[in-house]
Nanobody
């Protein structure tokens, strides 16, 4: 199983970016999918999570600005980021709870860098 993220880049404050992350490989099911981020010199933090049925949860710093969604048929999770701030600068990591056979395990994609200039 692999998770491939894309969509990061450089954007000015107030701008928008959309991240995508697609799961590939042999698997039985995908449960929760989500995004975390790690700002420079800081700990990893939750950005947003979405369940297989579409329930969502957001970290406080991004509520009202970011939207997580998923396309189960495409095994893809998206993160629409609006009204970006310099403090959103971080490496964004995709996470998915995937059952290859019976038991589900966490998988992580390689991070994608988002840089927000002031």
């Amino acid at each position: 199983v692999q998770l491939q993220a894309s969509g990061g880049g450089l954007v000015q404050a107030g701008g928008s970016l959309r991240l995508s992350c697609t799961a590939s490989g042999r698997m039985m099911s995908i449960n929760d999918m989500g995004w975390y981020r790690q700002p420079p010199g800081k700990a990893r933090e939750l950005v947003a999570i979405i369940t297989s049925t579409g329930s969502t949860n957001y970290g406080d710093p991004v509520k009202g600005r970011f939207t997580i969604s998923r396309d189960n048929a495409k095994k893809t999770v998206y993160l629409q980021m609006n009204s970006l701030k310099p403090e959103d600068t971080a490496v964004y990591l995709c996470n998915a709870h995937i059952a290859v056979f019976i038991h589900a395990t966490d998988y992580w994609g390689k991070g994608t860098l988002v840089t927000v200039s002031s």
